[in-house]
């Protein structure tokens, strides 16, 4: 497949936010490959698209697959393994969210309460104990917001998003009026 120089850029600079992401180059401009092409491809052919090696293809795809993010299909007309990817973005990042909590956030949440449950805990400042209270607290937080906000169809949970600045708005509103009753009561 010969992509346009427009398609081709997508994909590259996909590469490149990989990167940043803690995310192999080639995985990313793969998966790239398959959500801006919008249809099955088969290894060969991503490996020509994007002039990388087969066997880096294949091990691509296997970390996608781990990732929930590619999956494998078959065609009627040709016996090799096509490889796909949602074109809906907001599968896509349900998915992305998904993995990334039960691979980094759940582990953590998981060594915090074991370290907060450990008796030897006590022999630690009362700040660390604290700040480790704090932490668990936030990830559980959000965890569980993010729970909630993924189980909303994408139509109300783009418009949750929308309303960001909105919300912070209306929530400054009430925490300033808050403010000023205070102040008069102390006063």
Avoid: C
């Avoid at 994909?11 to 801006?36: C, D, F, K, P, S």
């Avoid at 907001?90 to 759940?106: C, F, K, M, S």
């Avoid at 400042?125 to 704090?134: G, M, N, P, V």
């Amino acid at each position: 497949m010969d992509l346009s120089p427009t398609l081709s850029r997508f994909v590259l600079h996909w590469g490149e936010m990989g990167t940043r992401w803690g995310v192999n180059r080639t995985v990313a401009q793969i998966h790239a490959l398959l959500y801006i092409s919008g249809r099955p491809m088969h290894a060969e052919e991503i490996a020509d698209t994007l002039n990388v090696a087969r066997s880096n293809v294949s091990h691509s795809i296997r970390e996608l697959q781990g990732w929930k993010l590619v999956k494998l299909v078959h065609l009627s007309d040709d016996r090799r393994d096509h490889f796909e990817t949602s074109t809906h973005v907001w599968e896509l990042l349900r998915a992305i969210v998904h993995e990334r909590q039960r691979r980094e956030i759940t582990p953590t949440i998981e060594v915090l309460r074991e370290l907060l449950a450990d008796p030897a805990i006590g022999n630690e400042s009362a700040d660390a104990r604290r700040r480790l209270r704090e932490t668990l607290e936030l990830l559980e937080t959000l965890t569980a917001w993010s729970d909630e906000m993924l189980k909303l169809d994408t139509e109300t949970l783009t418009k949750v998003l929308k309303l960001g600045a909105r919300i912070k708005k209306l929530l400054g509103r009430e925490v300033g009026a808050s403010r000023g009753k205070k102040s008069e009561l102390t006063a």
